[in-house]
């Protein structure tokens, strides 16, 4: 197969793109960091392997947009980290941009180009669904009313856009993704090292996770599966709150987990975008389970002590 990746680079694009490496197919990877159109490939990876391609994702098609034209699967996770910075608008505009006209690029080159590709994927979050409570969210759920769903659902109808005969369409709203060695997980194992992990705020918002293997093997089941179309929530079955996720993680540690964060501390330091660490969603994957996909990792202590060890 061809698989075009854009954002290929990251936490979740880098070990995506060497499991479809290691299997024999051929990688692409959409970056800025080369010239539109220029292709180089990336020695070790193997033949075919991974390739960079160069790609300016402006809004538009370009030169790079050939290889997207009779690919097995396009997969779009492009856009800028949620987290790292406060909210400012020039923020929120960046955080618009990198998903949006990245997306919006992708669909053009979708719709123009002179061979379908097959599948799809556009990339969105569990934020879409804003603050839920304790109320379990699924697939059928509407959109919240803060930033995060803003953006999401603005995300999921540049996405839209891609529609054209023989491509088929999927979109995945993304959990809190598990894996020691980077994302969110990586920066809370800190504070619990040094004896001042705890829940943050109340510690009663859900959180939805996925470990990472679950993550990269549904996405790829996605792209095999013939009636896996629509919108599908890549989280485990069984979300818990913030307080179990800490007593869960301290646990795997060996470290207590009694120190909460209060919810006025992480508005001061990180702003707006505290909000979506105070807040959460009980979000659970019905589109996949209806389809037969089957967990790895379905609960937390299963998932932790695959990351940690027993």
């Not at 790079?64 to 699967?73: H, I, L, M, Q």
Request: proline share 6%; net charge neutral.
């Amino acid at each position: 197969m061809r698989v075009v990746i854009a954002g290929g680079t990251g936490f979740l694009g880098s070990p995506l793109a060497e499991t479809y490496a290691e299997d024999g197919h051929d990688v692409r990877l959409l970056t800025r960091g080369l010239a539109p159109g220029e292709v180089r490939h990336e020695s070790g990876t193997g033949v075919p392997g991974i390739s960079r391609v160069g790609w300016n994702p402006d809004g538009g098609s370009g030169p790079w947009a050939e290889c997207v034209s009779g690919s097995d699967a396009v997969i779009n996770l492009a856009g800028s980290s949620i987290g790292g910075k406060r909210w400012t608008p020039q923020r929120k505009a960046e955080l618009r941009d990198s998903r949006l006209l990245a997306t919006r690029s992708l669909a053009a080159a979708i719709t123009q180009a002179a061979v379908a590709p097959k599948v799809f994927i556009g990339s969105s979050a569990v934020g879409y669904y804003g603050d839920s409570g304790a109320e379990p969210r699924t697939e059928r759920d509407g959109a919240g009313g803060d930033f995060l769903a803003h953006l999401c659902e603005d995300w999921e109808a540049e996405a839209h856009k891609a529609a054209r005969d023989g491509t088929r369409r999927a979109i995945i709203r993304t959990g809190l993704v598990l894996e020691k060695s980077g994302g969110a997980l990586g920066r809370m194992i800190t504070p619990f090292r040094l004896f001042a992990g705890g829940p943050m705020g109340s510690g009663r918002q859900y959180m939805s996770w996925v470990h990472r293997l679950d993550w990269i093997e549904m996405v790829r089941w996605i792209v095999q599966t013939p009636d896996a179309e629509g919108t599908f929530n890549v989280t485990a079955p069984h979300p818990v709150t913030n307080r179990e996720f800490a007593r869960a993680l301290g646990h795997s540690l060996r470290r207590p987990a009694l120190l909460p964060a209060p919810g006025f501390a992480l508005k001061l330091v990180l702003g707006e975008f505290a909000n979506s660490i105070l807040t959460g969603q009980r979000v659970v994957p019905a589109h996949a389970q209806a389809l037969g996909y089957h967990f790895r990792y379905p609960e937390l202590d299963i998932a932790f002590r695959g990351i940690f060890g027993d």
